[in-house]
């Protein structure tokens, strides 16, 4: 991988964090999201199909952040092209506002572990957290300012602190 010269050690670090989570997730892949929502404990909510729908999108969210932050770890790395920061920036904050809105839904199942639910207000106030940092992470991208987005990049991007507490490990397959 060819290294920036302007990137500090600390970005490189950062940059490296975002690219192993993305590959964890990417490894994850194919254990389809259906598959995962038929777990779902009966005392859902939303009633059948709604529930598995509802499921099914906060995944497909949580999916497309990945590849957003494995694009951008590259973009920090220098091994993909800068000219995409705004847009990618800009993704991950729409992204983020939309998982926010997904998990508002209180619906059991996929990989959310129970804590989600009996844990909310702290599960939604870390949602709404990384929501705001990354809109702040978007504007410095959409500003050009790579340092500015270095900087803001741990606490815009808190995926693994979250899915530490909150997320079910992959059941083997
Ligand atoms: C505040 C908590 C929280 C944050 C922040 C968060 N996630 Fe998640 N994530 C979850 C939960 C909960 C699930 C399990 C969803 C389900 O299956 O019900 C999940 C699931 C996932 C999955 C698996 C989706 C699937 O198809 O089963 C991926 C991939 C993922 N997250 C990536 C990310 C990335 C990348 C970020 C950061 C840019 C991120 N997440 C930020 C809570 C979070």
New binding site residues.
Partial sequence: MKLQPSVSRGALLAALALLS??IL?AS?GA?G?AA?AGSAVPTTAAAGDDAEAI?FE??QI??Q??KD?ETLGGIVAGSQPRDQLAKVTRA?ADGAKD?LGSFRDKVP????KPE?WSNNAD?MK??ED?ARNSEAMAKAGESGNMAGVTALMIDA???KQ??DL??EPKKPT
């Avoid at 199942?109 to 959310?112: A, F, H, N, V």
């Fill in positions: 989570v993305s997730a994850e254990h999201a995962e499921i906060r995944q949580m999916q952040l990945a932050s991950l998982s199942g996929g990989r959310s989600v599960f870390r949602m990384f991007l808190p995926c979250c899915h909150y997320r």
